[in-house]
């Protein structure tokens, strides 16, 4: 009786490992292929959450590292903001010390406040703390609640945790790697701005949007005077350090809708959605007067910078398209730099 019970046991256990390694192979299969953050992390927080039937899952991951600051820029989603919970290192160790292994939780819980999600509606009895390793380096750490306090009760055998956030990491790994990639190739090494490449990309997007909806959209060509007299009577170094200044300055200026681009050289393109031509050329007069006010210093020195802009808009029926677009921007800053050479000669 008791080897038939025992067989049965064992078929019930085998059935269940079966169960979960399709489970892990269904996880794996839909977040393999992904290769952005912001699709990555929804899909893994949303199939984790239906697959494995967890009320609550969410990401801790430190502010410092590479994976945060990417997360920045492009993991703006709300399923993102509401489970992404970005930690200091210092912090998260004091709560958790120097995980190897899943740490569960039942008892207490408030003190794990500084891990918890920005807005959560679950009321939390027990939770998973399982370590995000990111090619040999600890980054955070992928957490599962449940309002059952047995659920995740200390003592509890953590292999299949541990087995779950393999896969994780070894995904992250790859998509952390795509996304340097993406990154480095639509965004200028030295301004770190979109380039040329990116800015068409979003620019067509952009007068797209602005045509379907009838709304504003503004382009301005911004170009630096007597950029090479900077770079000819203080060295390179400095012309480096000038277009980093200026590139700084229209981000502080600029509304998070704006998108301040690097063209070519000491060109910059920005892109001004919701925006007439009127208002665009207050704010490039904002910015003229904030560079004014705050030279760059270099080597002892305050060295001013000036600019000539040239705006175009949508609301010129007569352009039909981004090169439209660019070229009437272009002319018009032509026109701006020819006049403001005649105005400086009389």
């Known amino acids: 009786m008791n080897g038939y019970r025992d067989k049965i046991t064992l078929i019930e256990r085998f059935r269940e490992n079966e169960d979960l390694a399709c489970k892990f192979h269904e996880v794996e299969s839909r977040i393999l292929t992904v290769l952005n953050f912001r699709d990555f992390f929804e899909r893994l927080l949303i199939e984790i959450s239906s697959i494995f039937e967890v009320p ?14 990417l997360i ?6 709300p399923i993102l ?31 794990y406040g500084r891990l918890f999600p920005p807005n959560r509606s679950l009321s939390i009895g027990s939770m998973a703390v399982v370590p995000v390793v ?14 059952a306090s047995g659920r995740y009760r200390p003592g ?57 909806y009838g709304r504003p959209l503004s382009v301005v060509f911004v170009d630096l005077d007597d950029f090479k007299l900077v770079n000819d009577t203080y060295g390179h170094d400095c012309g480096d350090l000038l277009l980093k200044h200026f590139a700084e300055s229209m981000l502080r200026m600029n509304r998070a809708s704006d998108v301040v681009t690097r063209y070519a050289g000491d060109e910059f393109v920005l892109i001004l959605p919701e ?53 009437a921007a272009d002319q018009m800053l032509y026109c701006s730099k020819s006049t403001r050479k005649k105005d400086a000669g009389k």
């Open 72 to 77: 920045r820029q492009s993991a703006t989603t």
């Open 156 to 212: 509890l055998n953590t292999v299949l945790l541990e087995r779950l956030v393999l896969k994780v990491s070894l995904c992250l790994s790859n998509v952390t790697a795509h996304e340097k990639l993406s990154e480095m190739a639509h965004h200028d090494p030295l301004t770190n701005l979109l380039n040329r490449r990116a800015m068409e990309s979003i620019l067509q997007r952009e007068f797209d949007r602005a045509r379907r």
């Open 275 to 327: 925006t007439e031509k009127a208002r665009a050329a207050q704010l490039l007069q904002r910015v003229r007067l904030e560079l004014a006010r705050h030279p760059l210093k270099y080597d002892g020195q305050s060295i001013s910078v000036t600019s000539s802009f040239g705006i175009a808009s949508t609301e010129d029926e007569s352009i039909a398209d981004i090169a439209m677009l660019l070229k």
């Open 134 to 147: 990111l090619d040999g380096e600890l980054v955070g750490s992928l957490n599962l609640a449940d309002a």
């Open 81 to 111: 903001r509401e489970r992404m919970n970005l930690i200091d290192r210092e912090s998260f160790l004091q709560l958790v010390g120097q995980p190897d292994r899943p740490l569960l939780v039942n008892d207490r819980l408030g003190r």
């Open 56 to 69: 609550l899952v969410w990401f801790s991951l430190f502010e410092e590292t590479d994976v945060s600051q």
